[in-house]
């Protein structure tokens, strides 16, 4: 059973950069069954879709947020990161980390998610 868990600050000041970690359990982040990524819920809109890191490392992004976006992995410990910088209140979301086994931006494709953390961006 591949477990996913978010840690990270639940508050954090407008223009500083988001730092999250998802830590993996059940399976190896380098399996070649699944990839991981991290989405996002705004209080009141939809989810959507941050980016994915892939088991080989690479990665794809939301093109929205390319620029303030930052996957990555360490495999020693079994977590993958984000990084989103020059944050702003249009940030505060739910944030969950999700496994799926297609390297797709498609939600309907994510078989494991984590259980979500609140992120505040206030001063």
């Known amino acids: 059973q591949v477990v996913l868990q978010e840690s990270g600050p639940g508050l954090v000041k407008p223009s500083q950069t988001l730092f999250l970690t998802c830590t993996v359990s059940?399976?190896?982040?380098?399996?070649?069954?699944?990839?991981w990524a991290w989405i996002r819920q705004p209080p009141g809109k939809g989810l959507e879709w941050l980016g994915i890191i892939g088991y080989s490392g690479n990665t794809d992004y939301n093109p929205s947020l390319k620029s303030r976006t930052s996957i990555s992995w360490d495999t020693s410990k079994n977590q993958f990161s984000l990084q989103l910088s020059s944050v702003t209140p249009e940030d505060t979301a739910v944030y969950y980390c999700?496994?799926?086994?297609?390297?797709?931006?498609?939600?309907?494709?994510?078989?494991?998610w984590g259980q979500g953390t609140q992120v505040t961006v206030s001063s």
């Open positions: 059940g399976v190896s982040i380098t399996t070649t069954h699944y990839d």
């Open positions: 999700a496994a799926t086994a297609d390297y797709s931006d498609l939600l309907r494709t994510y078989k494991y």
